[in-house]
């Protein structure tokens, strides 16, 4: 009796609702929102780096502009971001690989960054890369957790 005992207490003790992992059929839904949206905002960007810078008839439009392209960086960086945490939830090492794949498009996204940086100076204004990353930096974490999917 008591070896059953012990026989069980180790199974439950290994099971992932003991170990607070989650079944990969759980996480991956989850995984698959964000890389959705990755997908979609990489196919964004590929437009605008592909494409010439735009030019702004005043400072306002560009700023304007600027700050449109800098929050849909912070929502690509959220969302890789999120689909690592959703991805940690599980052992499925498949999830795990399918999450960690886009994080490649964050240096692309930095690419986008550079670009950003010379349009601002085809519009007459001068900004620091450095400057707008951390930018990007610092609005993640809010981001990411706006994009969280409820449980």
């Known amino acids: 009796m008591r070896v059953l005992l012990v026989g069980a207490l180790v199974t ?3 099971t992932p609702a003991a170990t607070g992992e989650l079944p990969a059929a759980a996480v991956w839904p989850r995984v698959a929102h964000h890389l959705d949206q990755i997908g979609r905002l990489t196919e964004y960007f590929e437009g605008v780096l592909r494409d010439s810078c735009p030019r702004f008839a005043t400072a306002g439009e560009w700023d304007t502009y600027l700050d449109g392209e800098l929050q849909r960086v912070v929502l690509l960086v959220a969302h890789v971001e999120q689909a690592w945490v959703e991805a940690k939830t599980t052992s499925d090492d498949d999830v795990r690989r399918a999450a ?44 990411q957790a706006e994009i969280t999917l409820p449980r």
Do not use: I, Y
């Not at 550079?114 to 085809?122: H, I």
């Open 100 to 143: 960690k794949a886009p994080r490649r498009r964050v240096q692309e996204a930095r690419g986008l960054v550079d670009k950003l940086a010379g349009c601002a100076e085809a519009n007459g204004s001068r900004l620091a890369v450095s400057t707008l990353w951390k930018r990007v930096e610092q609005d993640v974490p809010r981001k």
């Open 12 to 14: 439950l003790a290994v």
